[in-house]
């Protein structure tokens, strides 16, 4: 024990650290409550790149019309070519949040992102280093 802390005192430092370090579940709730994912039992939204290096495509499809304030989970998966990717998301129209991915091959990859809470009808944009306007990706969501 440091030197002049008497063992009450020793024990408020420890319970001070406790209370600090003691997580209020209720606040996780949002983040590791009940989930779900868009679309719902169907494959990502499909989302093309546009014509010219770094131009965005056409947006997608609404993947998810969020509830006010809603936190959600972007994975992006399937893209189409081997390339540098820019994903630019959009909740009620409004640009939201940007993922940048690399793909090194064709097939199965994740690219997480946590977003901040969002309102209204979100889609998605995309944009490749090469342009060809032939690359594309899928996206879903998980949601709370």
């Known amino acids: 024990m440091p030197e002049g802390c008497t063992s009450k005192a020793a024990i408020d430092i420890i319970d001070g650290i406790v209370d600090a370090l003691t997580i209020n579940v209720s606040n996780l709730a949002p983040l590791y409550g009940n989930t779900a994912v868009a679309p719902h039992l169907?494959?990502?939204?499909?989302?093309?790149?546009?014509?010219?290096?770094?131009?965005?495509?056409?947006?997608?499809?609404?993947?998810?019309?969020?509830?006010?304030?809603?936190?959600?989970?972007?994975?992006?998966?399937?893209a189409t070519a081997a390339k540098d990717y820019q994903l630019t998301l959009y909740a009620g129209g409004v640009e939201c949040g940007e993922i940048t991915f690399e793909s090194t091959s064709v097939g199965e990859f994740h690219v997480p992102?946590?977003?901040?809470?969002?309102?209204?009808?979100?889609?998605?944009?995309?944009?490749t280093a090469s342009g060809a306007g032939t690359e594309a990706c899928k996206v879903k969501l998980r949601y709370v």
């Open 113 to 127: 992102f946590r977003s901040q809470k969002l309102t209204g009808a979100i889609t998605a944009k995309l944009a």
């Open 42 to 78: 169907a494959a990502g939204a499909d989302v093309a790149s546009g014509s010219g290096a770094w131009t965005l495509g056409a947006a997608s499809a609404t993947i998810f019309t969020a509830a006010a304030n809603t936190i959600v989970e972007v994975h992006v998966y399937g």
